[in-house]
């Protein structure tokens, strides 16, 4: 079993940065791949971006690309979401999940923490 713990998110300001982390423990969790999703009230959840533990793998959903960036440290074990230039809009739960492969499907994934909450003030 996969145990996944999402900390560093918090209330910002419009057009600030943040870090999101990923901590990653249990039996095989190295033979996962990460992904990073958000659910904001009232829509579905998205996918953000995903990485394999051997980084042979990157993705950042399209509207998301060159704000945000994924990454990982193996010895670690956690995975990072960096997120720039924060808009309103990004204001969501975040959540870590673990799959077998590199997916923007939810269902792709077997293991989730519980989230953050980041929220982006106007």
């Known amino acids: 079993q996969v145990q996944l713990v999402e900390s560093g998110g918090k209330l910002v300001q419009a057009g600030d940065s943040l870090r999101l982390s990923c901590a990653a423990s249990?039996?095989?969790?190295?033979?996962?791949?990460m992904g990073w999703f958000r659910q904001a009230p009232g829509k579905e959840r998205e996918f953000v971006a995903g990485?394999?533990?051997?980084?042979?793998?990157?993705d950042v959903a399209d509207s998301l690309r060159g704000r945000f960036t994924i990454s990982g440290d193996n010895g670690l074990n956690t995975v990072y979401l960096q997120m720039l230039r924060l808009r309103p809009e990004d204001t969501a739960a975040y959540y870590c999940?673990?799959?077998?492969?590199?997916?923007?499907?939810?269902?792709?994934?077997?293991?989730w923490g519980r989230g953050t909450q980041v929220t982006v003030s106007s």
């Open positions: 999940a673990a799959g077998p492969v590199v997916s923007r499907a939810e269902g792709d994934y077997y293991y």
């Open positions: 249990g039996a095989g969790f190295n033979r996962y791949a």
């Open positions: 990485i394999s533990w051997g980084r042979y793998t990157v």
